[in-house]
Each structure stands twice: as structure tokens, then as C-alpha cells.
């Protein structure tokens, strides 16, 4: 086996294996949504999900003080939407005009859902024990929704810098798992 140094800024696009995904909020009457493909499942039941969010964006301050937000699931099509929100700042413009992301209200939480997303979970801070050091959130979701209507269901993984790849086929096997 060959191998070469990997460079330590780049790592995370070897491990960053889940979907990419529009985390919204609501504070003070304002919508708001970032791309976030820093997270990690925690627990099945209820289910958990760890994220990290920059205190240097605007979401941070909307998510530590509601204590709520909406993941968003977007399928491969919604890829320049995608990149758009990530490379823009909610302080400047509303991202949701802007990009001609369309909302609906959820059931739980003030945050939007998306629409034309796979799914949309609303969520609840629940532990922030790791956000001065890290800006690691644990989630709970308190219901989920999801969009049977839409045909591709390929979802963006982000490797960094600029690169995506999308979900491959499914492979089914046996689980022994129950």
C-alpha cells in the first residue's frame, strides 16, 4: 500500500459520511437557515442528534436562545439552493427569498420547515454542556415529517471545499438486528 500525508484541514471529508442539511430557526420574528453537515446521531429512541453550529453565525444566536430549530433534509435537486445558503450570511439577506426557498409551519417548534425537502425534524436543545468549548448542541427531535411525493431521494454529502457527492444505491442485506 502507497500512502502519502493527508493534510489535518481536510480529514473531515473522509469522515463527514451524513447528509448535508438546512438547519432554520426563528428569533425575534425572523427566519433563518445554514447549511450544517457537521451532526451526528446519539440516540434512536427518543431520537438525539449532535451538531455543531460557529458561534460566529447568525444562527448560533437564534438557536442559543430559543433552544429550537429544524433540520431540513434537501434531496440532491435542491443542490444550488444548497450552496447558495452556505455562502451567504443570514444578517445580510433573507436567505429564504433570496433563494426561493418556500416554508411552512411546523407542529412543535416557531423554526420553519422547508419545503421540497426530504424530511424536516423539528428539534429541541436539550444539552449545551459542549457549546462554550465546541458549539456541539444535542438535539432532541419532537416530530419528524417527510415528503413521500418526492421521486429522488439522493442526498448531498459534503466532502469540503466546494465538493459534494450524492447518495448511491441502496444495497439491502439481511439484518440481524431487531
Not at 85 to 108: M, P, V, W, Y
Not at 121 to 138: A, H, K, Q, W
Request: contains cysteine; charged residues 20%.
Amino acid at each position: 500500500m502507497a500512502k502519502r500525508t493527508f493534510p489535518l484541514d481536510r480529514v473531515y471529508g473522509l469522515l463527514e459520511s451524513g447528509p448535508v442539511v438546512l438547519l432554520t430557526t426563528r428569533h425575534k420574528e425572523r427566519n433563518n437557515v445554514m447549511v450544517q453537515s457537521w451532526h451526528t446521531m446519539l440516540e434512536f429512541e427518543p431520537p438525539l442528534i449532535g451538531c455543531v453550529v460557529s458561534n460566529r453565525g447568525f444562527s448560533f444566536t437564534a438557536l442559543s436562545a430559543t433552544r429550537e430549530c429544524v433540520l431540513a433534509i434537501p434531496p440532491v435537486t435542491m443542490l444550488d439552493s444548497v450552496v447558495d445558503c452556505g455562502n451567504h450570511s443570514g444578517r445580510e439577506i433573507d436567505k429564504f427569498a433570496q433563494f426561493g426557498l418556500q416554508t411552512q409551519s411546523g407542529q412543535d417548534v416557531a423554526a420553519p420547515l422547508i419545503k421540497g425537502c426530504l424530511a424536516n425534524l423539528e428539534c429541541r436543545v436539550i444539552d449545551t454542556r459542549l457549546v462554550r468549548d465546541y458549539g456541539f448542541f444535542v438535539l432532541e427531535v419532537v416530530h419528524a415529517w417527510h415528503d413521500p411525493d418526492i421521486q429522488d431521494r439522493r442526498t448531498l454529502h459534503h466532502l469540503g471545499r466546494g465538493h459534494f457527492m450524492q447518495a448511491g444505491e441502496t444495497i439491502k442485506t439481511r439484518s440481524r438486528a431487531r
